[in-house]
């Protein structure tokens, strides 16, 4: 186990270094000199030397990425040039929407898929499931932020139930930030609720129609009983890769939902750079949403490995 | 009765295949009518007329500044569907000869490189790529055509290569190799052929996912730029809008969701025709 975990750990470090050397190039060397691209066209030649040097572009490139990456790894993030505030401080208040969004629609969604999925398998063929399949067909297929748009028209506007956007803030109250995040998070977690449940079914039944589950009947264990002791268990491995995929997604999703609901989240703070063209903070933004994927899905992996022994060989 | 009669008869009586293929059909047919006719311009402004709701002038009801909306709805399905199907061509065109050169170099550094490769790519949802690139290089529908196509590229790639590595056991593989065929001819022969029908039901499925990446990228204005009519755009103006005209929200989403609908019916239909023993095994 010890060593599977070590040698995922040297490939996540690799997966890491070039991710951000992809994010470094693409956005600071292909497209020619940054300061010049911040300022415009009319840029006085003082202010863009200012620019360059507070940028730090007079540097080679290799070492130009090793200041970033260093910077990076200590929680320097640079300074906005927007702004002129330092970005991790940006980034770690927008944060607090951001993933708390991601992780409040994570939990919906495995709350809601589960006992669908279970349901659905438990009743194979029926009206049940044929309804919930039906359901999850809708749920893939609609853009989430559609559907966002529809319930601010119902549940905020013509209901009056929640504020069509805007945050509360935390230090409101637990509750009132919650609030102003349930549309949001309910919106972000339609279509993966309804991908989690197919595969919760799908594994399920592929579970169920095991030798195993067969001897457990024979030896005279209700259906319910093979379900919940056996089946549920084997069948949560797909899931649970599926659920750690899905995390990646919320936040990359969050950044759209964000905007439906104009929280001053990670996808205003990046929208709002791009248009501004301050780059360091796409740039760091970007870092920190592929950092928090690739970890995320190492812990998954490991987290499997733990669970399914037969796993650690494998690759 | 003939293989292809067979298969005729399998689709028809195929009602995901028969629904999903309708709906598709009926976007993809107006897109092209689209070309050739409209019920009103998409450029002409009517501010007189503007935020009307359905009626017999028009039928979808016109947007903010007057325009028709059905119309609206007929030339942005073109963005839509030429954003995705380009982005599929490049997921496949790339991925699917990755995957092949993988499978067939099994466990060479090759292999590792392509794998680990992807496994990077997937690391960045589409919407990051294009946020990258719209940095860069701003926004515009090509830029959303080409995340939407590097984030397919991976899955292609996947595909391809775990359908191969199953082939390259086979018996028929093995002949071709005694009769001294090199890899590539192998994979060009024999391995391609026998992945093609996975890679229609996978492309079908990617051709959903990038209608819905393309909505989603013009909604926060990553894509196809003004005065350019594409769906998720025509969202994005009905948003503050949705109190007073909410006819502005409604059908542009609807549009998105029947297609989308539409193409993973598609799919489902199609792989169901393609392998009848998963269909036998699901029910």
């Known amino acids: 186990m010890l060593r599977y975990v070590l040698k995922r750990l040297v490939s996540l470090v690799i997966s890491l270094a070039v991710a951000s050397l992809v994010i470094f190039l693409a956005i600071e060397v292909v497209p020619g000199d940054p300061a010049a691209y911040m300022l415009g066209l009319n840029a006085q030649p003082d202010t863009l030397a200012a620019l360059r040097d507070q940028l730090g572009l007079n540097g080679t490139i290799p070492a130009r990425y090793l200041s970033w990456i260093g910077g990076m790894l200590t929680g320097d993030f640079g300074t906005s040039y927007t702004y002129r505030t330092p970005v991790a401080d940006m980034i770690g208040e927008r944060m607090w929407i951001s993933l708390p969004l991601a992780l409040y629609a994570l939990s919906l969604s495995t709350l ?20 919930v399949m039906g359901v999850t067909q809708l749920g ?36 009132a930030g919650m609030k102003s995040l349930t549309l949001p998070a309910i919106a972000l977690a339609l279509p993966q609720a309804s991908i989690l449940t197919r595969v919760m079914r799908s594994s399920l039944l ?54 439906v609901f104009f929280l001053p989240g990670l996808g205003r703070l990046v929208f709002q750079a791009i248009s501004a063209r301050d780059l360091i903070v796409v740039e760091s933004v970007l870092m920190l949403l592929v950092f928090a994927v690739i970890v995320v899905n190492f812990a998954v992996d490991v987290a499997y490995a733990a669970v399914d022994p037969r796993l650690r060989g494998r690759r | 009765m003939s293989a292809g009669v067979m298969m005729l008869r399998g689709a028809l009586g195929n009602r995901s295949l028969v629904i999903g293929l309708v709906l598709s059909l009926v976007f993809v047919g107006a897109a092209l009518v689209s070309f050739a006719w409209v019920p009103q311009d998409v450029g002409a402004m009517d501010i007189p007329n503007r935020m009307q709701p359905p009626s017999g002038a028009h039928l979808l009801g016109t947007d903010h500044f007057g325009r028709d909306i059905l119309s609206m709805i007929m030339v942005g399905a073109r963005t839509s569907i030429a954003v995705a199907v380009v982005a599929v061509v490049i997921g496949m065109g790339l991925g699917v000869p990755l995957g092949l050169a993988a499978a067939a170099r099994r466990g060479s550094l090759i292999d590792e490189v392509i794998m680990r490769g992807n496994d990077l790519v997937f690391a960045f949802p589409s919407l990051l790529i294009a946020i990258m690139i719209t ?17 397919n590229i991976p899955v292609f790639a996947r595909l391809t290569r775990g359908a191969a590595l199953s082939l390259w056991t086979r018996d028929y593989v093995l002949a071709a190799r005694v009769a001294g065929k090199g890899a590539v001819r192998i994979s060009a022969e024999h391995i391609l052929p026998n992945v093609t029908n996975l890679l229609i039901v996978q492309g079908t499925i990617q051709f959903s996912l990038g209608i819905l990446a393309e909505a989603a990228l013009s909604y926060v204005g990553l894509g196809a730029q003004p005065p350019i009519p594409s769906w998720g755009r025509m969202l994005a103006d009905s948003q503050t809008m949705i109190s007073l005209a909410p006819h502005m929200a409604i059908f542009p989403g609807m549009a998105i969701l029947l297609t989308v609908l539409g193409l993973n019916l598609m799919g489902d239909g199609l792989r169901d025709l393609f392998d009848p023993r998963i269909r036998r095994a699901r029910q």
């Open chain 1, 112 to 131: 809601i898929a589960f006992p669908a999925g279970v349901w659905a398998a438990s009743r194979r063929g029926s009206a049940v499931d044929m309804g």
């Open chain 1, 140 to 175: 893939v297929a609609i853009p989430n932020f559609w559907f966002a748009m529809l319930m601010v028209l119902v549940f905020a506007i013509n209901l009056r139930w929640f504020s069509a956007g805007g945050f509360a803030g935390w230090e409101q109250g637990f509750l």
């Open chain 1, 206 to 259: 592929d579970t169920l129609s095991e030798d195993f589950i067969r001897t457990a009947r024979a030896k005279g264990l209700t259906r319910r009983q093979v379900l919940w002791r056996h089946a549920l268990r084997n069948a949560m491995i797909p899931v649970l890769t599926i659920i750690g995929m899905q995390f990646s997604f919320l936040l990359a999703g969050a950044i759209i939902i964000e905007n």
């Open chain 2, 135 to 151: 940095a860069v290089f701003g926004p515009s529908a090509v830029n959303a055509i080409i995340a939407i196509g590097i984030f």
